[in-house]
């Protein structure tokens, strides 16, 4: 892989998280945005490294309330962002195959997301919701519908079809089964050992043996006080052993203030650690560091198809651990509970998105709405029409991905045998997305 190359896609990675205000080498996910990882060794870019870039990301980018936009002007005087962008879609012709559709894929959500920031800055026409929906899923979007999950749960609480008296029994089940966030690192060492052992047992057996001793979830767990967001996981990858193999490290910043039952917090860990995403990125960085994978590997992203997968594979991963495929196979009532509620917020970020930017509903009809239709927290309800459903980029392009990617998942998971299906989920067949997965189990 040339330096060339590792330059273009990381000047137009890190160029596009930097004029959104994302610092890729911030530890917390706080400062983080479009680039969720940087564990390659390389040099950071230019689009990094030039001196212009530091005071956009100090004020936020196109993210900030009142953009700065001589900073960013100024930046983009040094860095030439569609320049890469192009770059890259030359790379991925040149490369053909399911790696080339891998990055023309990428380079067109790039696109989407430079468009999106442009519109901000009032230099550029209001970029289509449907065109943000089709770089970052692959589809077209689509409102979610809650039903058949909320009649789950209503049976699973013996209550009535009256959703009053639903949303009523769900908050009472929260209630009652409350995680402490004083004790959430204790209890978060615990679930992942339990999760860890989960995988060892029905999924790791049907992955390639050198993928066996990679560290599936060397994570700590972070409370944070009045974050936007519910969590973040933040994939380091930086550290590395004496012998120069990674050590594979992540950590978890939990909101303080996040209401979650204990079964809501088993599909948490699941979907963030083990089997989800700390041990996705990890199988990752271990398939770039044994140079089986390019170094497009390295530099995982947000809102994109990447991303939509690798949500996917996250809501899937509880499903995963305990060998099963459907939820009503889970051993546990309240487990089966959690899973479902975990299931239907999804659902409703995909709703949020779709009433918000499909159409044009206000905030408080969007809360009423998750929160009636989709059983969610007050506090989530609030957060998911609001700072996240609003938000420019990821209200049109990251919200949807939760709910295509574990549909996709699931379906797939339904129709291979796990033994062909779990290689070429987890990257050790090549780098694949939620549009090349398929094409690739075919191969």
Known sequence: MSGQYEELIGNAILGIDTIWGGDVMCASGTGRFIADSWFSDAPLPRAYTVAEAARVRESGGVSAKAPDASAIDAYLAQVDIPGAIAGMKSAAAGFGGLRGEYLAGLAECFEAMWDLAMEILGKGAAVPYERCVRASCGQAPEPSDPVRKRERVAELLG??????????????????????????????????????????????????????????????????????????????????????????????????????????????????????????????????????????????????????????????????????????????????????????????????????????????????????????????ADKLSGAWGRHPLLGRMYLPAYRAGTRKVAALRRAHKPEVFLPVLYGACGLVDITTIEKMLVV
């Open 159 to 380: 209550c009535g079809g009256d959703r009053d008296a639903l949303l009523a029994a769900v908050d009472g089940w929260r209630k009652q089964q409350r995680v402490s966030m004083a004790s959430v690192r204790l209890l978060g060492a615990a679930v992942i050992g339990h999760f860890d052992a989960l995988t060892a047992r029905h999924v790791l057996p049907y992955l390639p043996a050198e993928l066996h001793a990679v560290p599936r979830a060397n994570i700590q767990f972070l409370p944070i006080l009045e974050a936007w967001f519910s969590g973040s996981m933040n994939y380091l990858g930086r550290a590395r052993r004496p012998g120069g193999e990674p050590e594979y490290e992540a950590s978890y910043e939990i909101n303080a203030s996040l209401e979650i039952s204990l079964p809501e917090f088993l599909q948490l860990v699941s979907h963030e650690v083990v089997p989800g995403h700390v041990t996705t990125f990890a199988y990752l960085q271990n398939l770039y560091w044994r140079k089986l994978v390019g170094f497009e590997a390295s530099v995982l992203t947000m809102n994109t198809r990447a991303a939509a997968l690798f949500e996917g594979i996250a809501n899937n991963a509880i499903l995963m651990a305990y060998g099963v495929t459907e939820v009503e196979e889970l051993p546990d009532t309240d487990l089966q509970i959690g899973v479902l509620l975990a299931l239907l917020q999804d659902d409703a970020k995909n709703q949020s998105s779709y009433l918000t930017w499909g159409e044009g509903a206000p905030q408080a009809e969007v809360a009423a709405t998750l929160r009636h239709d989709f059983l969610v927290s007050l506090e989530r």
